[in-house]
């Protein structure tokens, strides 16, 4: 095993700063969010267990209004849904971004008001479309051109339906391959560079009952530099200036999409959110005074920047097992709660907590209890080198993209979500029961 010789090295407030503002550590090694000891959540909804703290959420939304005046910030519900989760946007004045009638019915049936969401996919199924219509969703965001007859002829000639379209500018940014959507060649939106973005757009105008309001891309996730959005403003506007001078179109709205990057560990950067929006703000004027347009409406889709660091995952180790170089550390979760590090390769800092250790840091790798071998929820942790069984682990920045993306692999059940504010925590989603499964399993 190797040890960390200086095991001061990682503890005190630094250890914190990927943590929620909440975040307190009383002497006896607990750690507490939202005022609750997580320790307390694991004794009393089972682990594995999500915690979502609803202060930090509201924060972050603030954070973005603050930011970005005069801008309408839609939260990308794709990082994380739940009724709750729908209420705190609309209560915090954020629009949303959906990508399914699943995700747009569950919003709506919440009572988030549909005009303020707007629906995505490279791939919308006929029920997407007609969930969207019947609903009344704000805008849609178009794909590919066979989307615009379809869609059309499900408006009617008498009906009337908002759209944007989404543009490739041809831009490669983002944090894994997996998750790079702004280059040219991959499976989303229309290019600008091979004339397919132009081409839909002349089509879209021959339909008076679409009625488009602007462009929209999004570069990619998990981007932690200001650059590619300033270069994808200049490619927008510049495509926003030939549909002028080809059309006379004047567009009022420019959606830049999300991809917002956070620090998983601490020392990881972030994207700094003031420097985002002044920056865009300055090169948007700039490049629109050149051309000669108005300054558009501005829209933002961050997801992850407003749900992962608000969330963290608590388990419990079942077994620590030592081979070769390596020590294992295998919790009760894994990749059916949390498929990102077998996706991306993402790297998380998970922490002991419920007892204080004083025994030196010992790197390992945390793995989940599941059937592959490549179930691993943090390579390279550092954790003490008497950790043992019963033990709990929590990992922060577990609040996008995990239980969106959970499976029932193995059939153990996606955790159940947490809230804890002002020193209370209550069960927003359930632990999914045998109970749950068996009722889907129809036939025999
Ligand atoms: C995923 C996605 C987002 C949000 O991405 P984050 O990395 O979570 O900020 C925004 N817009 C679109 C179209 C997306 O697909």
Same mark, same amino acid.
């Given at each position: 095993?190797?040890?960390?010789?200086?095991?001061?090295?990682?503890?005190?407030? @630094?250890?914190?700063?990927?943590?929620?503002?909440?975040?307190?550590?009383?002497?006896?090694?607990?750690?507490?969010?939202?005022?609750?000891?997580?320790?307390?959540? @694991?004794?009393?909804?089972?682990?594995?267990?999500?915690?979502?703290?609803?202060?930090?959420?509201?924060?972050?939304?603030?954070?973005?209004?603050?930011?970005?005046?005069?801008?309408?910030?839609?939260?990308?519900?794709?990082?994380?849904?739940?009724?709750?989760?729908?209420?705190?946007?609309?209560?915090?004045?954020?629009?949303?971004?959906?990508?399914?009638?699943?995700?747009?019915?569950?919003?709506?049936?919440?009572?988030?008001?549909?005009?303020?969401?707007?629906?995505?996919?490279?791939?919308?199924?006929?029920?997407?479309?007609?969930?969207?219509?019947?609903?009344?969703?704000?805008?849609?965001?178009?794909?590919?051109?066979?989307?615009?007859?379809?869609?059309?002829?499900?408006?009617?000639?008498?009906?009337?339906?908002?759209?944007?379209?989404?543009?490739?500018?041809?831009?490669?940014?983002?944090?894994?391959?997996?998750?790079?959507?702004?280059?040219?060649?991959?499976?989303?939106?229309?290019?600008?560079?091979?004339?397919?973005?132009?081409?839909?757009?002349?089509?879209?105008?021959?339909?008076?009952?679409?009625?488009?309001?602007?462009?929209?891309?999004?570069?990619?996730?998990?981007?932690?530099?200001?650059?590619?959005?300033?270069?994808?403003?200049?490619?927008?506007?510049?495509?926003?200036?030939?549909?002028?001078?080809?059309?006379?179109?004047?567009?009022?709205?420019?959606?830049?999409?999300?991809?917002?990057?956070?620090?998983?560990?601490?020392?990881?950067?972030?994207?700094?959110?003031?420097?985002?929006?002044?920056?865009?703000?300055?090169?948007?004027?700039?490049?629109?005074?050149?051309?000669?347009?108005?300054?558009?409406?501005?829209?933002?889709?961050?997801?992850?920047?407003?749900?992962?660091?608000?969330?963290?995952?608590?388990?419990?180790?079942?077994?620590?097992?030592?081979?070769?170089?390596?020590?294992?550390?295998?919790?009760?979760?894994?990749?059916?709660?949390?498929?990102?590090?077998?996706?991306?390769?993402?790297?998380?800092?998970?922490?002991?907590?419920?007892?204080?250790?004083?025994?030196?840091?010992?790197?390992?790798?945390?793995?989940?209890?599941?059937?592959?071998?490549?179930?691993?929820?943090?390579?390279?942790?550092?954790?003490?080198?008497?950790?043992?069984?019963?033990?709990?682990?929590?990992?922060?920045?577990?609040?996008?993209?995990?239980?969106?993306?959970?499976?029932?692999?193995?059939?153990?059940?996606?955790?159940?979500?947490? @809230?804890?504010?002002?020193?209370?925590?209550?069960?927003?989603?359930?632990?999914?029961?045998?109970?749950?499964?068996?009722?889907?399993?129809?036939?025999?």
């Amino acid at each position: 095993m190797t040890t960390v010789h200086d095991p001061t090295a990682l503890t005190g407030t @630094a250890e914190l700063s990927v943590w929620p503002a909440s975040t307190t550590e009383p002497p006896h090694g607990d750690l507490t969010v939202g005022g609750v000891p997580l320790a307390e959540i @694991a004794d009393r909804f089972g682990t594995p267990v999500y915690v979502l703290d609803e202060a930090e959420v509201r924060d972050r939304c603030r954070t973005y209004l603050d930011a970005f005046p005069d801008t309408e910030v839609l939260y990308a519900a794709k990082a994380f849904l739940c009724r709750a989760m729908a209420h705190w946007m609309d209560e915090e004045g954020l629009g949303l971004d959906v990508c399914s009638a699943g995700e747009l019915e569950l919003a709506v049936s919440t009572g988030f008001p549909a005009g303020r969401i707007v629906l995505h996919g490279n791939a919308k199924s006929p029920r997407d479309l007609d969930t969207a219509l019947r609903l009344g969703v704000g805008r849609i965001v178009i794909d590919s051109p066979a989307e615009i007859a379809r869609l059309a002829a499900a408006v009617g000639p008498d009906g009337h339906q908002k759209v944007m379209v989404r543009v490739v500018p041809g831009i490669s940014a983002g944090g894994h391959e997996k998750i790079r959507t702004g280059t040219d060649d991959q499976k989303f939106g229309l290019s600008i560079s091979d004339g397919y973005a132009q081409h839909a757009i002349t089509r879209i105008l021959d339909q008076p009952q679409l009625e488009l309001t602007g462009l929209h891309c999004h570069l990619g996730s998990q981007i932690t530099s200001v650059k590619p959005y300033l270069v994808a403003v200049r490619r927008m506007v510049g495509l926003m200036s030939r549909l002028y001078e080809q059309h006379g179109l004047v567009l009022p709205e420019l959606d830049l999409g999300g991809g917002h990057g956070i620090a998983y560990r601490p020392g990881e950067g972030a994207l700094d959110l003031t420097a985002l929006a002044r920056r865009i703000r300055a090169e948007l004027a700039d490049a629109c005074a050149t051309a000669g347009l108005p300054v558009p409406r501005l829209i933002i889709e961050p997801g992850r920047a407003i749900a992962g660091p608000a969330g963290i995952a608590v388990y419990r180790v079942l077994s620590v097992k030592h081979t070769g170089d390596h020590v294992f550390v295998a919790v009760d979760g894994g990749m059916s709660d949390n498929p990102r590090p077998a996706l991306y390769g993402v790297r998380y800092a998970p922490r002991l907590i419920g007892r204080r250790s004083a025994a030196e840091r010992a790197r390992v790798t945390v793995v989940g209890r599941h059937c592959e071998a490549g179930d691993v929820l943090a390579a390279d942790a550092e954790l003490p080198a008497d950790t043992r069984p019963g033990d709990l682990l929590a990992v922060p920045v577990a609040g996008a993209y995990h239980l969106s993306m959970a499976s029932d692999y193995n059939l153990v059940g996606r955790p159940p979500v947490v @809230a804890v504010r002002d020193g209370l925590a209550r069960l927003l989603v359930r632990r999914e029961s045998l109970e749950d499964i068996r009722s889907r399993d129809v036939g025999l």
